[in-house]
């Protein structure tokens, strides 16, 4: 299974706590598949959300085709996203309760079809984003240290 990731949301993984990930297709148009190809998606302010039974993205920004500006997609409509309505009903359910959302983390190709991995996540506290910046700063530099010691 080949998979070509084409856009990733970093800001996911800072705002929130990732709780439970799942893989969705997504229905896009014909314009919106080539400039995928190309890489021209931002995921930064999108978000998914469950309405009548059917999950929606919005908010990704994915770029108009060149070639086919005559033909044009809005780069910001909400888009379909294909999940087992058990899938949905799971989603749903924790959804409603107190802080959850779900929020997209990648857009990817996965054997010729596009897909986004979408998160069920927590929003996390300003001093838990603190900690967790400190605790990568830390790392980094033990790393370092290790690393000018290892040399040979």
């Known amino acids: 299974m080949s998979e070509k990731v084409v856009a990733t949301n970093k800001k996911a993984f800072h705002d929130y706590a990732i709780l439970e990930k799942y893989e969705a297709g997504i229905v896009l148009t ?3 598949v080539k400039s995928l190809r190309e890489g021209a998606c931002n995921l930064k302010d999108s978000f998914v959300m469950i309405e009548d039974g059917e ?3 919005y908010n990704c920004y994915i770029a108009p085709y060149k070639p086919a500006a005559k033909f044009g ?3 910001t409509r909400k888009r379909k996203l294909l999940l087992h309505k058990k ?7 924790k959804v409603k309760e107190k802080g959850l959302t ?5 857009v990817y190709f996965k054997n010729g079809k596009a897909k986004v991995e979408i998160a069920l996540a927590k929003g996390k506290v ?3 984003k603190r900690e967790a910046m400190k605790e990568k700063d830390m790392k980094r530099e033990i790393e370092k240290s ?7």
């Open 30 to 32: 014909g314009s919106e």
């Open 55 to 57: 999950a929606w993205l």
């Open 73 to 75: 997609h809005d780069p």
């Open 87 to 93: 899938e949905i009903l799971k989603l749903m359910g």
């Open 102 to 106: 779900i929020v997209p983390l990648r």
């Open 126 to 128: 300003k001093y838990e």
């Open 146 to 152: 290790f690393k000018g010691k290892i040399k040979l």
